[in-house]
């Protein structure tokens, strides 16, 4: 490297230096990769070797990581990401405000957290608001954290159930007469939040809960004419509602309920002349009290690294 920059970094409890270097120093290996330097360890001490820039990057990340270890959070090492990709767009940003913000727990005790700083606002506005609209690319986090938020107010008991639903449109493809019932015709439509709920809930706590009407999972058109109250309501997929579908959707809302729409703007797939029902209504509700639009962007994408410069690729193609 030319022009190094060097630091050290001691590191005083042991057991919080393991888990901030995870397994074989696999967590330092990933911040080399992904930060373009080297790490050098020993013991409890690390010296860090490389540009200035990401020399002091990744001094801070390490040393926040390493006291929310101490205040109890499990780093993961998909955090190492996040956090350098917050701290580059916001070098003042505290991570403990973002990852320590525990939304629930999952049967296998892994801990639902924002990870970006946008997840963060949108977490706070679900709430702080009765409607929330999160619109951006796939990948940001807009429905899975919408279920771990209903999950934990079912839970908690500020509702009584939990109703999700979307527009059965199909993405491209045509599926033709698939056999069953209609439960069994619309099921694909709805298996995206069928998974998430097995995450957080358990597959057979889910079950039970889908049984006894608590947990509802319906295709949109199911909701007309009827009266949502004291549930967390869900509609996932929101691009794909028509201007009257949404409308409809957001009139059945009753009295001691929050509803989250979530939806990507540039993906659909409504046949022309038809136009979105999500997009109307960020041009014609955006100043009313009590609703708020919240937005993502790629930097928001918590899927596989790929995923956003996937999404990156489309926007700058010409």
């Known amino acids: 490297m030319t022009n190094d920059f060097s630091c050290d970094l001691h590191f005083s409890d042991n057991s919080s230096a393991a888990l901030l270097f995870g397994d074989l120093n696999r967590n330092l290996q990933t911040i080399e990769k992904v930060a373009g330097l080297k790490i050098n360890a020993r013991g409890n001490d690390l010296n860090i070797v490389g540009q200035e820039h990401e020399v002091k990057l990744v001094k801070d ?39 320590l913000d525990k939304v629930y727990v999952t049967t296998q005790h892994r801990v639902i957290s924002p990870k970006t700083r ?32 209903a999950v934990s107010a079912l839970v908690n008991n500020q ?11 199909e993405a491209g493809e045509k599926l033709g007469f698939l056999p069953g019932d209609l439960a069994q015709k619309v099921n694909p439509y709805l298996r995206p939040l069928h998974d998430a709920l ?39 997929e929101a691009q794909n509602t028509t201007k009257e579908q949404m409308k409809m959707f957001l009139t059945r809302i009753g009295f001691d309920s929050l509803a989250v729409i979530t939806g990507d703007s540039t993906q659909v797939d409504l046949p022309i002349p038809k136009h979105s029902g999500l997009l109307e209504a960020r041009k014609i509700l955006k100043n009313i009290a009590g609703i708020q639009f919240c937005s993502f962007a790629k930097e928001d994408v918590v899927r596989h690294p790929l995923v956003q410069k996937i999404i990156e690729a489309y926007e700058n193609r010409k």
């Open 61 to 99: 990340l390490l040393q926040q990581l390493y006291d929310m270890i101490g205040k109890g959070y499990p780093v993961y090492s998909s955090d190492i990401a996040f956090g350098l990709r917050i701290l580059e767009s916001t070098p003042s940003a505290k991570l403990d405000k973002i990852f």
């Open 118 to 149: 946008n997840q963060k606002i949108y977490i706070d506005a679900i709430r702080q608001n009765d409607i929330v609209f999160g619109i951006g690319p796939a990948g940001t986090g807009k429905t899975y954290l919408a279920v771990a938020m």
């Open 159 to 169: 509702v009584r159930s939990i109703i999700l639903t979307r527009p059965a449109i």
């Open 198 to 236: 097995n995450d957080m809930l358990g597959a057979d706590k889910c079950a039970d809960l889908i049984e006894r009407g608590i947990i509802e999972i319906a295709p949109l058109a199911f909701m007309r004419g009827r009266t949502l109250s004291n549930a967390f309501v869900i509609l996932d």
